[in-house]
């Protein structure tokens, strides 16, 4: 299929997604949800893709969420975060953990809110020198969503999972492979090559024995994936729903520093 946000190709095993909407370094919105929902439930699931790569075109893995675009509204007329976390972001990411084949993020450039979540829902991480990674929901009033609260402490402990989380603050590709949350950084210029070469091996490697360890593993790390998704859903439509959250798009869409009241 032809994807307007998105593009599928699929050559010797491999699956390669790349997220592409460059001139907003691949934010999402509703339309790019449904296409890459598409993609990773139905292309990236067939038997005959053996791995899965994803990586974003342009100077960009993905800034997040498009605020500029904002969120469908519910009928009383506020965001309607709840049903597009349920419907398009949410299965997304438990889609890319339940393949039953390894997902590799080539993360080539800013990796921010559900666009680090996204890398984070990989098997295997490889950041460009060049990239970093935010949980840069609390910077307009928001909580890290897109699986981020579950996968970001099972990788880095307690306390940096509270500093990302409520600092929002960069991390970059070296102090990610430090707290472990990528599993290599590699030089720009030989990123893809070498994101590629991997994907490759792992194509012609033993499918079900991935397969399984995949499955065992997210047993003991992520027990209850889906119960964490609908608790971030439940709180990120109540937050979205607040005055700090208006305060804070209208503050980011304007560049200024946003006054937050609690409320």
């Given at each position: ?7 599928w190709e ?20 509703a ?10 439930t ?9 791995t ?5 075109a ?10 500029k ?21 949410h ?19 800013p ?17 460009a020198e060049?990239?970093f ?5 609390v ?7 897109g ?9 880095v ?28 950084v ?5 990123l ?16 079900r024995s ?6 065992a ?7 209850d994936?889906?119960g964490?998704?609908d ?10 729903r607040?005055r700090d ?5 209208a503050?980011?869409?304007?560049k200024?520093q946003?006054?937050?009241?609690g409320g």
């Open positions: 299929m032809s994807y307007e946000t998105v593009i699929q050559a010797e095993g491999v699956g390669r997604i790349t997220l592409n909407r460059p001139d907003s370094l691949n934010a999402w919105t339309g790019f949800g449904r296409d890459l929902k598409q993609v990773i139905a292309d990236a699931a067939d038997a005959s893709v053996r899965v790569l994803i990586t974003g342009g100077r960009g893995f993905s800034s997040g969420a498009d605020l675009e904002g969120f469908e509204p519910a009928a009383d007329g506020m965001p309607d975060v709840r049903k597009e976390l349920h419907e398009l972001y299965p997304i990411i438990a889609g890319v953990r339940r393949l039953e084949k390894p997902v590799v993020a080539a993360v080539n450039g990796a921010v809110g559900i666009g680090a979540s996204l890398a984070f829902a990989a098997d295997l991480v490889l950041a060049s990239a990674f935010g949980l840069a929901f910077n307009i009033g928001l909580m890290p969503d699986g981020s609260t579950l996968f970001v402490p099972a990788a402990g307690k306390a940096r999972a509270f500093q990302m989380a409520l600092l929002g603050e960069r991390v970059s590709a070296q102090q990610a492979l430090e707290w472990g949350l990528v599993n290599r590699i030089p720009d210029d030989r893809m090559d070498e994101a590629g070469a991997l994907a490759q091996r792992l194509a012609r490697g033993p499918t991935y397969a399984s360890s995949k499955q593993l997210n047993r003991m790390l992520y027990p994936l889906d964490q998704l608790l971030e859903a439940e709180l990120q439509h109540a937050l979205a607040t959250f208006r305060e804070g798009v503050a980011f869409v304007e200024r946003p006054a937050f009241e």
